[in-house]
């Protein structure tokens, strides 16, 4: 507990730490004194705050738990934001649906249900490096709701694709652009679905303060999602040609004796996550009403009642529970609370209010691509998906409300920051990726960069004759 403490919550304080504290707190200071833009104490104060603990997320001169809680607490003194509003994620559905997936997706892990099923798919019928593009997708696809919470989803896979690449005849640097393009298209395939990322997809639906539930997100995503993976598929193509072109590699000796299937004791566990899936993706057609609370939703009950069931079983035990992520639960409480607070207290329309001015008084194509571009270069800056996602979205529903809805701004918004990723910080998963060897961080660029125009032309050429289609413009 106390390495835990001293990793996740503890600076070290030395002197350049405290150079770059004071230079964190020069801006946010200055905002509280001058009060710009006709902006009122609570306003500029509420302002300060996000802007400073922006700065810690950013820099890590302050770790995410003591960043994240100073927030919440600041805005619980000086924005004037009711509790509900502040504490809107630890309150709401998503908080306790989040802490049972990761539980649920564990799990998964320990009865092996990923490596088992895909690994001797991948053996058998991945024998070249097109064919294994493809099946980076389709394991994206069909674990979906295999394995709810995301970042889970991506570490299995990844561990799956690289023992599967480890057992090939496969040199090392199609290797690593194959291992790169699990944590490309995993950000793709995530914005297909609401539920396919709980985190990221939510925080914009819960920033939007509109409801939009995960049929209407597929109904306006998948189709065009499915013809933007395979553009972006063809431009990863073109980057990589020299590793990737003309490649086919069979299976090592003794690959083949992977483990198919599951004995007679394992098989429980197994039928469990079976079950749970049917349950999840037919709950529609029969459980749509069910609230327990009035805002439990039957997919959350659905896995609770399986997760119980899996601890019964012995597959989850006590020390599972520390497969909660703790760090990222207190920090998506910090930013699924911005967009709402600055709503609350005004400061919002103040702030987005100053570049009204840009964009058109009618929705265009052009406005569209504006819209992309702030998301873009704003994520640029601060990295983080989810804490650009809880900015933008409040901020450009003040500048685009009165020519275009909410959900067209929250899924404008996804497409400009969800994939997008020059740096490794620009994204947690590619991150994981390079810290753990499995590609080297000058592929980011490689890709991020010819990649940035294909996300103007796809929100042009695709997204938006899509909406267009189907009456959502």
């Given at each position: 507990?106390?390495?835990?403490?001293?990793?996740?919550?503890?600076?070290?304080?030395?002197?350049?730490?405290?150079?770059?504290?004071?230079?964190?707190?020069?801006v946010?200071?200055?905002?509280?004194?001058?009060?710009?833009?006709?902006?009122?104490?609570?306003?500029?104060?509420?302002?300060?705050?996000?802007?400073?603990?922006?700065?810690?997320w950013?820099?890590?001169?302050v770790?995410?738990?003591p960043?994240?809680?100073?927030?919440?607490?600041?805005?619980?003194?000086f924005?004037?934001?009711?509790?509900?509003?502040?504490?809107?994620f630890?309150?709401?559905?998503?908080?306790?649906?989040?802490?049972?997936?990761?539980?649920?997706s564990?799990?998964?892990?320990?009865?092996?249900?990923?490596?088992?099923?895909?690994?001797?798919?991948?053996?058998?019928?991945?024998?070249?490096?097109?064919?294994?593009?493809?099946?980076?997708?389709?394991?994206?696809?069909?674990?979906?709701?295999v394995?709810?919470?995301?970042?889970a989803?991506?570490?299995?896979?990844?561990?799956?694709?690289?023992?599967f690449?480890?057992q090939?005849?496969?040199?090392?640097?199609?290797?690593q652009?194959?291992?790169?393009?699990?944590?490309?298209?995993?950000?793709?395939?995530?914005?297909?679905?609401?539920?396919?990322?709980?985190?990221?997809?939510y925080?914009?639906?819960?920033?939007?303060?509109?409801?939009?539930?995960?049929?209407?997100?597929?109904?306006?995503m998948?189709?065009?999602?499915?013809?933007?993976?395979?553009?972006?598929?063809?431009?990863?193509?073109?980057?990589?040609?020299?590793?990737?072109?003309?490649?086919?590699?069979?299976?090592?000796?003794g690959a083949?004796?992977?483990?198919?299937g599951?004995?007679?004791?394992?098989?429980?566990?197994?039928?469990?996550?079976?079950?749970?899936v049917?349950?999840?993706?037919?709950?529609?057609?029969?459980?749509?009403n069910?609230?327990?609370?009035?805002?439990?939703?039957?997919?959350?009950?659905?896995?609770?009642?399986?997760?119980?069931?899996?601890?019964?079983?012995?597959?989850?035990?006590?020390?599972?529970?520390?497969a909660?992520?703790?760090?990222?639960?207190?920090?998506?409480?910090?930013?699924?609370?911005?967009?709402?607070?600055?709503?609350?207290?005004?400061?919002?329309d103040?702030?987005?209010?100053?570049?009204?001015?840009?964009?058109?008084?009618?929705?265009s194509v052009?406005?569209l691509?504006l819209?992309?571009l702030?998301?873009?270069?704003?994520?640029?800056?601060?990295?983080?998906?989810?804490?650009?996602?809880?900015v933008?979205?409040?901020?450009?529903?003040?500048l685009?409300?009165?020519?275009?809805?909410?959900?067209?701004?929250?899924?404008?918004?996804?497409?400009?920051?969800a994939?997008?990723?020059?740096?490794?910080?620009?994204s947690?998963?590619?991150?994981?990726?390079?810290?753990?060897?499995?590609?080297?961080?000058?592929?980011?660029?490689?890709?991020?960069?010819?990649?940035?125009?294909?996300?103007?032309?796809?929100?042009a050429?695709?997204?938006?004759?899509?909406?267009?289609?189907?009456?959502l413009l």
């Open positions: 507990m106390t390495a835990w403490l001293k990793k996740n919550c503890c600076s070290e304080i030395n002197p350049v730490w405290f150079a770059k504290m004071a230079a964190s707190l020069v946010p200071a200055l905002i509280m004194l001058l009060r710009p833009l006709g902006m009122d104490f609570r306003q500029s104060a509420t302002v300060a705050g996000v802007l400073l603990v922006i700065i810690w950013t820099t890590n001169i770790k995410k738990i960043a994240s809680l100073f927030l919440l607490l600041w805005f619980c003194v924005s004037g934001a009711p509790a509900k509003t502040i504490f809107t630890p309150l709401g559905e998503t908080f306790l649906m989040l802490v049972i997936t990761y539980l649920f564990q799990a998964i892990s320990n009865c092996g249900l990923v490596s088992r099923v895909l690994l001797p798919m991948l053996i058998r019928f991945a024998n070249t490096s097109f064919k294994s593009l493809l099946a980076i997708i389709f394991s994206f696809c069909l674990t979906m709701y394995i709810p919470q995301p970042m989803r991506l570490v299995l896979v990844a561990v799956v694709f690289d023992s690449l480890a090939t005849t496969i040199k090392k640097e199609t290797r652009v194959l291992m790169y393009a699990v944590f490309v298209f995993y950000a793709i395939v995530n914005i297909a679905c609401k539920d396919a990322d709980m985190i990221m997809n925080v914009a639906v819960s920033s939007s303060g509109v409801a939009i539930s995960n049929w209407a997100w597929t109904k306006a998948a189709i065009p999602t499915v013809a933007y993976a395979a553009v972006v598929l063809a431009l990863f193509w073109f980057v990589f040609r020299k590793e990737l072109r003309g490649v086919h590699f069979t299976s090592a000796p083949g004796e992977a483990r198919r599951f004995s007679r004791s394992e098989l429980p566990p197994v039928i469990v996550i079976a079950a749970t049917v349950l999840w993706m037919t709950s529609g057609l029969w459980g749509s069910i609230r327990l609370f009035g805002y439990i939703s039957v997919n959350t009950l659905i896995t609770i009642a399986a997760t119980a069931v899996l601890f019964l079983m012995g597959t989850l035990t006590k020390k599972d529970f520390g909660i992520d703790v760090v990222t639960l207190i920090f998506l409480a910090a930013a699924f609370a911005i967009g709402g607070v600055l709503k609350a207290c005004g400061a919002a103040i702030v987005f209010g100053q570049f009204s001015g840009i964009f058109p008084d009618h929705f052009w406005g691509m819209m992309v702030v998301g873009m270069m704003l994520h640029m800056v601060l990295g983080s998906n989810t804490t650009t996602l809880s933008i979205v409040p901020g450009l529903i003040v685009c409300g009165a020519m275009v809805s909410p959900e067209v701004v929250v899924y404008t918004s996804i497409i400009s920051v994939f997008h990723a020059i740096l490794p910080f620009h947690v998963s590619v991150m994981v990726g390079t810290s753990s060897g499995y590609f080297p961080s000058k592929y980011v660029a490689r890709l991020g960069i010819p990649v940035t125009p294909l996300i103007f032309l796809s929100a050429l695709i997204y938006l004759p899509y909406w267009r289609l189907i009456g």
